[in-house]
């Protein structure tokens, strides 16, 4: 008996190594879902990626016909949930759901970069995105960016501004406009959005870079000002874009995308495809979606990964010319 089960193995073995898949797997991949999917999210509950991963995990699960559950892994500005990821059998049973703050910024500036989003990471769909928002206090005197470009021309280095994510799309836009503006200005990094919120209204900074979703209720309460986009949005008509101030390199949104394992079997990859992409343009999802002040704006893996290209060189260039560290 022992003879017989050595040489099952060994032929198994052997098949694998040439890339012959026997047929009880290939019948499993044929018949995927069959058990939960995994949907990890390389942040703290709470949070925008992790608020529309539960939105689009209800919605998976109903059209994959198995529980869809979402389970956070922090740390590392995302680094720590993505090494997690890519540690798991590649079945296509656990997804990652993540931000450009978590599969460029981070690992371009990371001292040992652990993956390479262009070929460690399978795109599945971008899902939807936000623009970034560049906004000032309530007693600031500038009522445009123009008026905040003349002020801070003429007052060199005086203005205190602010971020809540080293590296990450909010970084990016504000080094982008100190660089292509050509203003100083002091920055304040502070550690999570609470504390910077704080401070803005107490009247301890002049301006910040946050996503629209966060900043939109305080511009519409008169608490703030946004005067600038990443690109405009039509919850805040009057606002301009990067492109409208002649600054069209003030332009990268934060998004959020549902990746696969590199090693996904083909199969369960075009399975996950279509179904995510179904699921994604239901209106109801995209209510739910709007609801957190993201648009749902679906792209198919091939224009995801074009876009993870053209932004990990966006970045990069951002990162070097600003002399952007994390300690």
Request: aromatic share 8%.
């Amino acid at each position: 008996m022992r003879i017989k089960e050595t040489v099952l193995w060994g032929i198994l073995a052997i098949a694998l190594f040439l890339g012959v898949r026997p047929a009880w797997v290939a019948a499993q991949e044929a018949g995927f879902p069959d058990k939960p999917v995994t949907i990890l999210v390389p942040f703290g509950p709470g949070g925008i990626i992790d608020l529309g991963s539960r939105i689009i995990s209800d919605s998976l699960s109903k059209e994959l016909k198995v529980p869809v559950i979402v389970e956070n892994r922090a740390g590392g500005a995302g680094l720590v949930g993505t090494n997690a990821f890519l540690g798991r059998k590649p079945d296509g049973y656990t997804l990652l759901a993540a931000s450009g703050a978590a599969v460029i910024s981070a690992v371009q500036l990371s001292k040992t970069p652990p993956f390479d989003p262009r070929k460690d990471l399978l795109p599945v769909a971008y899902l939807a995105d936000a623009p970034c928002a560049m906004s000032v206090a309530k007693n600031t005197p500038f009522n445009s960016f123009n008026e905040f470009l003349l002020h801070a021309k003429s007052n060199p280095g005086k203005l205190r501004g602010a971020i809540a994510s080293l590296g990450g799309e909010t970084h990016i836009m504000f080094e982008s406009i100190v660089r292509d503006a050509k203003i100083e200005s002091k920055l304040v990094p502070y550690p999570a959005i609470g504390g910077l919120i704080t401070a803005v209204l107490g009247g301890h900074l002049d301006w910040w870079c946050g996503t629209m979703p966060v900043a939109m209720p305080y511009h519409k309460s008169g608490d703030m000002r946004t005067l600038l986009l990443t690109r405009r949005a039509p919850e805040l008509p009057g606002v301009p874009s990067g492109a409208d101030v002649g600054l069209p390199s003030i332009s990268v949104n934060v998004w959020m995308g549902l990746f696969s394992h590199p090693k996904t079997p083909k199969a369960v990859y075009d399975r996950l495809v279509p179904a995510v992409s179904k699921v994604v343009k239901d209106p109801e999802v995209s209510k739910k979606f709007s609801e957190t002040g993201f648009g749902v704006a679906y792209k198919a893996p091939s224009e995801f990964s074009k876009l993870i290209d053209d932004q990990w060189g966006i970045y990069a260039k951002v990162i070097k010319e600003a002399n952007i560290k994390v300690d």
